[in-house]
């Protein structure tokens, strides 16, 4: 099992920049692969990014590419999305996620999500 916390959400105009925090614990966290999802209200959850924490490796969803930056602390087992150039529809409830590159297709484990509200 991993346990993912997310903080660093809240309100924002647009232009802004917010740093959203996800701290994990777990065993083998080196062999996973950790993204960040967003769901704005009445919206299907989307992906945004994700990095291996082995590698460090990241993929980026277009609609962010430029504008956010995924990273990891390996001392303090903690991934970052650093988010510029806010824009309205950023707006979302926006999720750590987790899985395990060897053996889960999907992401598994799920923070509870932080809130992020850019304004215009």
């Known amino acids: 099992q991993v346990q993912l916390v997310e903080s660093g959400g809240g309100l924002a105009q647009a232009g802004d920049s917010l740093r959203l925090s996800c701290g994990a614990s777990?065993?083998?966290?080196?062999?996973?692969?950790m993204g960040w999802f967003r769901q704005a209200p009445g919206k299907e959850r989307e992906f945004v990014a994700a990095?291996?924490?082995?590698?460090?490796?990241?993929t980026y969803a277009d609609s962010v590419k430029g504008r956010f930056t995924i990273s990891r602390d390996n001392a303090k087992n903690m991934v970052y999305l650093q988010m510029n150039s806010l824009k309205p529809e950023d707006t979302a409830v926006y999720y750590c996620a987790a899985k395990r590159i060897l053996y889960e297709t999907n992401y598994n484990y799920w923070g509870q999500g932080t809130q992020v509200t850019v304004s215009s």
């Open positions: 990095i291996n924490w082995s590698d460090g490796s990241t």
């Open positions: 777990g065993r083998s966290i080196g062999t996973y692969r």
